[in-house]
C-alpha cells in the first residue's frame, strides 16, 4: 500500500512567522502537487512538481520536490491569515494506473492574526 | 468557465436509500473521478473516467456506481445507502492523466442517517 505522510499534522502560527509542512513518502513519484482548501470547498491546485530537486515559487510560497522524488515541502514566508487552510499533497505514482494519483491527510494551518 | 459543478450541496439520506450526485464540467476536461473524504484519512478515490464510455474502480468502489455517457458528465450512484458512507464527496477533473493536477468541485456533504 502506498502512502502519503505529511507532518506536522496541525500549526497554528502568528502573522508574520515563517513555516514549513512537509509531505513524505516510500514511494517515488512523477508527479507531486499540492493543494489548498478552505472549509467548504474544494482543493485548489497551487502547484505540480515533476523533476527531482525541482523548487518553484508561488509569491511567498516555495515549493520543493525532493531529489529522489519521494518527498516534498512547501515552505510560507511571513504567513498571512489569508493562507489559512488545509494544505494537501497528491502523488502521481509510477506503479500504479496512470490515473491514479495519491492524496496526503493533509496539514491543517492556522494563522492568527 | 463553471468549472467543475456538483449538486447538491448537502443531503441527507436513510440508510437503504439510493440517490445519484451529480458532477459536470465545462472545461472538456477527459478525465474525470471521485472521491471521498473523511477525518484523518485524505480523499480516496472512488471511481475514474478516462473519457466517455470508460470507467474504472478507485480504492473504495464498493456500493458505489459511475457511468459516463458524455464528456462533460460524470454522476456518482449510491445503489443502497449506509452510514458508512457518510462523508463529504468531491468531483475532479484533468486534461490528462499523467499527475498535472485536478480541478475540483466544491463537493456534496451526504449524512446517511
Known amino acids: 500500500t502506498q502512502l502519503l505522510e505529511q507532518s506536522p499534522q496541525f500549526l497554528s502560527i502568528q502573522e508574520g512567522e515563517n513555516l514549513t509542512v512537509y509531505c513524505n513518502s516510500s514511494?517515488?513519484?512523477?508527479?507531486l502537487q499540492w493543494y489548498r482548501q478552505e472549509p467548504g470547498e474544494g482543493p485548489v491546485l497551487l502547484v505540480t512538481?515533476?523533476?527531482?530537486?525541482e523548487v518553484k515559487k508561488l509569491k511567498r510560497l516555495t515549493f520543493q520536490f525532493g531529489d529522489a522524488r519521494k518527498d516534498s515541502s512547501l515552505h510560507i514566508t511571513a504567513a498571512q491569515p489569508g493562507d489559512t487552510g488545509l494544505y494537501l499533497c497528491?502523488?502521481?505514482?509510477?506503479?500504479?494506473?496512470?490515473?491514479?494519483?495519491?492524496f496526503g491527510p493533509g496539514t491543517s494551518l492556522s494563522v492568527i492574526p | 468557465n463553471a468549472g467543475v459543478t456538483q449538486t447538491p450541496k448537502f443531503q441527507v439520506l436513510k440508510t437503504g436509500q439510493s440517490m445519484t450526485l451529480q458532477c459536470a464540467q465545462d472545461?472538456?476536461?477527459?478525465?474525470m473521478s471521485w472521491y471521498r473524504q473523511d477525518p484523518g484519512m485524505g480523499l480516496r478515490l472512488i471511481h475514474y473516467?478516462?473519457?466517455?464510455?470508460?470507467?474504472d474502480q478507485g480504492e473504495v468502489p464498493n456500493g458505489y456506481n459511475v457511468s459516463r455517457s458524455t464528456t462533460e458528465d460524470f454522476p456518482l450512484r449510491l445503489l443502497s445507502a449506509a452510514p458508512s458512507q457518510t462523508s463529504v464527496y468531491f468531483c475532479?477533473?484533468?486534461?490528462?492523466?499523467?499527475?498535472?493536477?485536478?480541478?475540483f468541485g466544491s463537493g456534496t456533504r451526504l449524512t446517511v442517517v
Open positions: 475532479a477533473s484533468s486534461y490528462s492523466s499523467r499527475g498535472i493536477g485536478y480541478t
Open positions: 514511494s517515488v513519484f512523477s508527479s
Open positions: 512538481v515533476v523533476t527531482g530537486g
Open positions: 497528491a502523488g502521481h505514482s509510477m506503479k500504479t494506473s496512470y490515473d491514479k494519483v495519491i
Open positions: 472545461m472538456n476536461h477527459e478525465y
Open positions: 473516467s478516462v473519457g466517455a464510455g470508460i470507467t
